[in-house]
Antibody
């Protein structure tokens, strides 16, 4: 069974940093690109970042570019999102999601990690 | 960035209804359109990819259509478990963009 389990969320003050992790199981992690998607409370889905299977290709949403860093450790089956200079508008549930190739869609999602940015 | 516009934003429905809602892209996305279902408090679930292809395990009452910039999702004979919010997604070019969602509510 494909599983994605996020962790590392919490309450953080504006301007501080936080690192999310997503541990994958049930599939060959190193064969898949991965995404982070977030959802602010009561709002819709916002794509945040993508990393290819071998980390050669990385893309960010403009809203997080320069502040967030996506990375992965294929030996540990783990995806990361390092978030710095956090703002109140970064408050959201952060999902990791597997990107199916060549369909290019997110066919497996974690349960989400909650990040609250507040003083 | 490609903008995705979903309509309506909410829809009041009855069980057994045939329901259709739409998604319009700001430019041609060549059929690279996915639909996701999100139930309250749950992660999104992929329903349809490539505008018309049903994901494995998704009931056949769900169907997608469209091309170029205009796409739609139809649910035939609505079941109770279909009450959810539905999002379309452009996966033609980065950034992936989602529509704002269509929320189904029971009358």
């Amino acid at each position: 069974e494909v599983q994605l389990v996020e962790s590392g969320g919490g309450l953080v003050q504006p301007g501080r940093s936080l690192k999310l992790s997503c541990v994958a199981s049930g599939f060959t992690f190193s064969n898949y690109g991965m995404n982070w998607i977030r959802q602010a409370p009561g709002k819709g889905l916002e794509w945040v970042a993508y990393i290819s299977s071998g980390s050669s290709y990385i893309y960010y949403a403009e809203t997080v570019k320069g502040r967030f860093t996506i990375s992965r450790d294929n030996a540990k089956n783990t995806l990361y999102l390092q978030m710095t200079s956090l703002r109140s508008e970064d408050t959201a549930l952060y999902y990791c999601a597997r990107r199916s190739s060549p369909r290019g869609v997110m066919d497996a999602w974690g349960q989400g990690a909650s990040v609250t940015v507040s003083s | 960035d490609i903008q995705m516009t979903q309509s309506p934003s909410s829809l009041s429905v009855s069980l057994g209804d045939n329901v259709t809602f739409t998604c319009e892209a700001s430019e041609n996305i060549y059929g690279f359109l996915a639909w996701y279902q999100q139930k309250l408090g749950k992660a999104p679930k992929l329903l349809i990819y490539g505008a018309t292809n049903l994901e494995d395990g998704v009931p056949t009452r769900f169907s997608g259509s469209g091309s170029w910039t205009n796409y739609s999702l139809t649910i035939s004979s609505l079941e109770p478990e279909d009450i959810a919010t539905y999002y379309c997604q452009n996966n033609h070019v980065y950034p992936d963009t989602f529509g704002a969602g269509t929320k189904l509510e029971l009358k």
